[in-house]
């Protein structure tokens, strides 16, 4: 049997930090993973901009309730029902997520945490633990599932060698040029091929 683990940021959602950049006027927020791996340095050099610029938990969120799946999404992730189950596995955190995950369904979803102190603002990130991606994928195949992985960026590259198949969402070339031997696709129809493909010769579709 099975199992879909999917990035959530890029490959189903808009990536929420270009988003909040966008909407401050913050250039430097519109890294992410896709421009540098190190996430630790990523997030930190986050917390800072956000501090620096009294940027709260409740603007971010403000601007998240005002994203949308991504065109396809949705139809993506209905095509995989009755076909494999589909688990989030992101780098994003709980206290995003959920304005996100209501319009998708409320699909289960794993990933982190913030500190937010009583006046809103995010004062530190907290992993559910270290390579978590991976570890979904290395825990899911302990108990005698295979893992179909999904991402776009640096930070996925673990889960999706770690999978039995990984495949690349939209990645930057960047990430292409660095994984090279990775399967790398650009519409959900791709997606959906490579599935099909995969549990067609499993004899599960």
Not at 86 to 104: C, G, H, N, Q, W
Not at 140 to 163: C, E, P, T
């Amino acid at each position: 049997m099975y199992i879909i683990c999917s990035d959530l940021e890029g490959v189903l959602v808009p990536e929420v930090w270009i988003n909040v950049a966008e909407k401050t006027g913050i250039d430097e927020l519109k890294l992410t993973t896709r421009d540098i791996n190190d996430y630790d340095v990523l997030m930190k050099r986050r917390l800072e901009i956000l501090s620096q610029n009294g940027i709260s938990i409740g603007d971010i969120r403000n601007v998240i309730s005002g994203l949308e799946p991504l065109p396809g999404a949705l139809d993506f992730i209905s095509w995989l029902h009755g076909k494999a189950q589909l688990i989030i596995v992101s780098d994003t955190f709980r206290e995003f997520a959920d304005p996100m995950l209501k319009k998708m369904g409320w699909p289960l979803l794993l990933c982190h945490h913030l500190t937010i102190d009583r006046h809103g603002m995010i004062t530190d990130y907290n992993l559910r633990q270290k390579e978590a991606k991976m570890k979904v994928v290395e825990a899911l195949q302990r108990l005698n599932f295979k893992v179909i992985a999904i991402g776009d960026s640096y930070n996925d590259i673990q889960m999706l060698r770690k999978a039995e198949t990984g495949i690349l969402f939209r990645p930057p070339q960047n990430v292409i040029d660095d994984n090279s031997d990775l399967l790398a696709v650009d519409t959900y129809d791709g997606l959906k091929e490579v599935i099909s493909e995969k549990l067609e010769t499993d004899g599960l579709s």
